[in-house]
């Protein structure tokens, strides 16, 4: 059966369309009223993955109406420079947003960096305040990728509420933001990581399993229970049989689509919604800039007062 007619897979494309559509009204309100959003690519050094997320977020954003622009900075550049760099933006009033691409060198603290995005304008919700919040059940902010895959597993229509969830990988950007987002949803949560004993004991209790590992075809059909929802978060690029470059996620999809009663695509399963969220995120960092604004301006055009 081909990809596209098994109802087995649940594709990101229409919720991503969605989410941006969405999007798209409320930019062109924000823009009329004197608030056009922008985001602000950062890349450091030059790594695959990043690039291929880049690239869509500058054409989804395009297509919603958001300001987009990549600064990218060699390999080379010190960790001073560019919290520098970050606090430049911070302080610019047309910069709605900025997300800093991962990885970056080893010679930089990625955390530092993360530290020094203002948290009005981490639409990533990776400063220390925001990923704090998600504790709280405050998610409208929560890192883009954990709350795309949870927005996908909705889309099967399971009860949340005590459902048994396994995650693979504990990264602070997907494993443990997706745990947090489920366990303020009601499920039951495991997370496994490189020390767990059994990743597969584990995973074969889930009636929904999440995988964020960056290993493709970790997670093969004896693996899975039989009709479990399946969220594969993995984008690798690896070389496929025609010798050309090809995007592959952490699942063993030939093999598992065949136990599990839902598997997410890779390409067109998580990814898409990723970028829908971030610029949804945008949106909503502009909402909170603009209630502080208008709290300490009043109303008027802001770019007429500039
Ligand atoms: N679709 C999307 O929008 C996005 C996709 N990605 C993709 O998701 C994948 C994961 O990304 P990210 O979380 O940033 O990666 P990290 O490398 O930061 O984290 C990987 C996690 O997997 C765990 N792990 C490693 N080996 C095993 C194993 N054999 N069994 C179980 N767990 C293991 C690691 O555990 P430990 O720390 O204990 O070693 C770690 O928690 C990558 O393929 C990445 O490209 C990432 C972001 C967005
Ligand atoms: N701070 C940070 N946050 C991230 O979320 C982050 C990051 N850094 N670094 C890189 C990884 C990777 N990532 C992708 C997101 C979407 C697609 C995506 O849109 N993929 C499409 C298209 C794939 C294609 O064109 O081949 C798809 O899966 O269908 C890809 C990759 C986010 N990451």
Redesign the pocket.
């Known amino acids: 059966m081909s990809l596209s007619d098994d109802s087995r897979y649940l594709k990101g494309g229409p919720v991503a369309q969605r989410i941006i559509a969405a999007v798209r009204e409320d930019a062109a309100i924000a823009k009329a009223e004197g608030f056009p959003p922008k985001l602000i690519s950062i890349t450091v050094g030059d790594t695959d993955?990043v690039d291929v997320y880049v690239r869509n977020q500058r054409a989804k954003a395009e297509l919603a109406g958001i300001d987009f622009e990549e600064r990218r900075f060699p390999a080379t550049i010190t960790a001073g420079e560019l919290e520098a760099a970050i606090h430049g933006l911070n302080a610019d009033p047309r910069v709605t947003g900025i997300i800093i691409q991962?990885p970056v060198p080893a010679h930089i603290p990625i955390k530092t960096l993360q530290a020094a995005v203002h948290p009005l304008k981490d639409v990533e919700g990776m400063h220390p305040a925001s990923i704090g919040n998600i504790v709280y059940n405050q998610l409208d902010l929560a890192p883009?990728?954990a709350a795309?895959s949870v927005e996908l597993l909705k889309e099967t229509g399971l009860d949340l509420r005590g459902l048994e969830v396994v995650i693979?990988?504990?990264?602070e950007?997907?494993?443990k933001p997706i745990a947090f987002l489920l366990m303020s949803e009601g499920a039951t949560v495991t997370v496994?990581?490189?020390?767990?004993r059994s990743?597969a004991a584990h995973a074969r209790r889930a009636d929904a399993l999440f995988v964020?590992?960056?290993?493709p075809r970790?997670i093969k059909a004896d693996m899975v229970k039989p009709g479990a929802a399946v969220i594969d978060?993995?984008?690798?690029s690896e070389i496929g049989p025609d010798g050309q470059s090809r995007v592959v996620g952490?699942v063993d999809t030939d093999s598992v689509r065949h136990v599990a009663s839902w598997i997410t695509p890779v390409p067109g399963g998580?990814?898409p919604i990723?970028v829908a969220i971030l610029l949804r995120n945008t949106m909503v960092a502009l909402s909170r800039q603009r209630a502080l604004y208008e709290a300490t301006y009043g109303t008027a055009d802001r770019l007429a007062a500039e």
């Open positions: 993955a991962r883009c990728t795309a693979v990988g504990h990264s950007i997907v494993g496994c990581h490189h020390m767990t990743v964020a590992v960056g290993k970790l978060i993995g984008i690798n952490d998580v990814g990723t």
